[in-house]
C-alpha cells in the first residue's frame, strides 16, 4: 500500500501535501482528532511569540487576534463577521441560548447527544427536553417543538445528522435550530447561515489551541439576552470598563466571553491553514482514508457503526483495546465501549494501516 496522502492531487491538491507536511510531524499514529485536534508549527510560533513577548513586558496586540480569528470563521462558515461570537466553550453558549427560552419549551434533542449540547436545556427544569433517534430527529419535529439542537456529526461514532431535514422540518412547524458543528468544522463545510445558530469549539478539527470557541447567531440576535456580558461586549469595549456597560456591542460581539488571549494569539494562524488548504480539499482527503480504515475492517471481520460521509469511524465492542493500541503508538479513543478512530489532514494511509495491522495483531487474526 502507498504512502502517499490520500485524496485527488490536482488543481489546489496539488500543494495539499507540501503545506500540511510543513505544519505536523506527529511522533506517533495520531488517529483521535474527535479528541483533540494537532496544533500547527506556524501557531505554536505564534504562541510562543506571544508568550515570551508577555514575560518581557511588551505584550503582542492579542485583541486584534481575536478579530482575525473571528473574520476567518465567519469566511469558513459563511456568514458576515458581525454574526460570530468569540468564547472558549460551547456548553456556555448552549446554555445561553437556553435560558432565552420561555417556560414550557419543547427542545428536541438527539438521543446521547455530547453533553455540552444537551445538558444546559435539562439545567432548566422548567423545559421540555425530548430525545428521539438521530435518524427520526426531523420527523419528529413537532407543532410546539421551539427549538432543535443537535450535533452536526455525533462525537461517539460520526453519523452525520441530516441538517437540511432538520432545518426544512424546524422552519415548517416554527422552531429555531441549534447546531453543534465541533465535531465538523474543519471537514464538513458548514452553511452557518442556514441556521438560527451554531456553535463550535475550535480545539478538534479546526487545529486551534483549547480555549477557542466561536457561537453564530442570527441578524436580529436570536432574541439571546448577553447574561455573562462584560466589558469585551461593549459597543466601545475600552470605555466599558467600569460600572455596568453603557452600550451593548451592535452585532454578536455583545455575546463574548472574556477571550484566552495566548489561545486566540494561536488560533488566527490555524484558521487560516484550514482556509489555505480548503475544507473541500481536507474533506476529500480524510474521508478517503476513513474509507480505507473501513475495507480492512471488513477484512478482520469488523463492521463499523454506520457513518459512511464522515471521517470519524468508530467501531463496536473493541474500546478495551485503546489502552494496547497507545502503549504500540497508535492514539485512538474508547468512546461508549467502541474504538473510535478519527482521520484528518495530517494521516496518511500509511497511518491507516499501522492502526489496522496493529488491531489485526491483537485479534490474532491477519488481514485478508
Same mark, same amino acid.
Given at each position: +500500500? ?10 489546489? +491538491? ?27 508549527? #506556524?501557531?505554536?510560533?505564534? +504562541? ?13 496586540? +492579542? ?31 448552549? $446554555? ?28 432548566? &427544569? ?44 424546524? #422552519? ?37 489551541? &483549547? ?22 461586549? $461593549? ?47 481536507? #474533506? ?9 480504515? &473501513? ?44 474504538? #473510535? ?28
Amino acid at each position: +500500500m502507498d504512502g502517499g496522502f490520500a485524496g485527488p492531487q490536482s488543481g489546489p +491538491m496539488e500543494t495539499f501535501e507540501p503545506l500540511v507536511r510543513a505544519e505536523f510531524a506527529p511522533k506517533n499514529t495520531y488517529l483521535n482528532t474527535a479528541s483533540t485536534g494537532l496544533v500547527p508549527a #506556524r501557531t505554536v510560533a505564534a +504562541m510562543r511569540v506571544a508568550v515570551e513577548s508577555a514575560a518581557a513586558g511588551q505584550p503582542t496586540d +492579542m485583541f486584534a487576534d481575536v478579530e482575525a480569528a473571528r473574520a476567518s470563521f465567519a469566511r469558513l462558515t459563511g456568514v458576515p463577521v458581525r454574526r460570530v461570537a468569540a468564547g472558549a466553550s460551547v456548553a456556555v453558549y448552549s $446554555g445561553l441560548i437556553a435560558a432565552s427560552l420561555p417556560e414550557g419549551a419543547e427542545v428536541l434533542t438527539a438521543e446521547a447527544d455530547f453533553s455540552s449540547v444537551v445538558n444546559p436545556f435539562h439545567i432548566r &427544569r422548567d423545559l421540555k427536553v425530548r430525545a428521539v433517534p438521530l435518524e427520526g430527529l426531523a420527523e419528529s419535529v413537532r407543532p410546539g417543538t421551539a427549538l432543535v439542537a443537535v450535533s452536526a456529526a455525533q462525537s461517539a461514532d460520526g453519523r452525520v445528522a441530516d441538517l437540511p431535514a432538520v432545518r426544512a422540518a424546524a #422552519r415548517a412547524h416554527g422552531a429555531r435550530t441549534y447546531i453543534d458543528a465541533s465535531q465538523a468544522t474543519g471537514w464538513l463545510q458548514i452553511d452557518a447561515d442556514a441556521y438560527d445558530y451554531v456553535s463550535s469549539v475550535a480545539f478538534k478539527w479546526l487545529v486551534c489551541p &483549547r480555549g477557542v470557541a466561536f457561537l453564530v447567531v442570527p441578524e436580529d440576535l436570536g432574541g439571546l439576552t448577553p447574561l455573562f456580558a462584560g466589558w469585551v461586549a $461593549g459597543q466601545a469595549p475600552w470605555d466599558s470598563c467600569y460600572g455596568p456597560v453603557e452600550e451593548l456591542a451592535h452585532s454578536a460581539r455583545r455575546f463574548d466571553e472574556s477571550p484566552a488571549l495566548f489561545s486566540y494569539a494561536g488560533a488566527r494562524h490555524s484558521l487560516a491553514l484550514i482556509e489555505e488548504l480548503g475544507v473541500e480539499n481536507v #474533506r476529500a482527503h480524510d474521508l478517503a482514508l476513513a474509507d480505507r480504515f &473501513r475495507t480492512g475492517l471488513a477484512s478482520l471481520g469488523h463492521e463499523p457503526v454506520p457513518a459512511p460521509h464522515a471521517p470519524i469511524v468508530s467501531v463496536p465492542g473493541l474500546g478495551d483495546r485503546q489502552p494496547a493500541l497507545s502503549r504500540a503508538g497508535v492514539e485512538v479513543s474508547d468512546r461508549a465501549g467502541n474504538l #473510535r478512530a478519527a482521520f484528518h489532514l495530517y494521516n496518511t494511509p500509511v497511518d491507516v494501516d499501522r492502526l489496522l495491522d496493529v488491531l489485526s495483531g491483537l485479534s490474532g487474526r491477519p488481514l485478508a
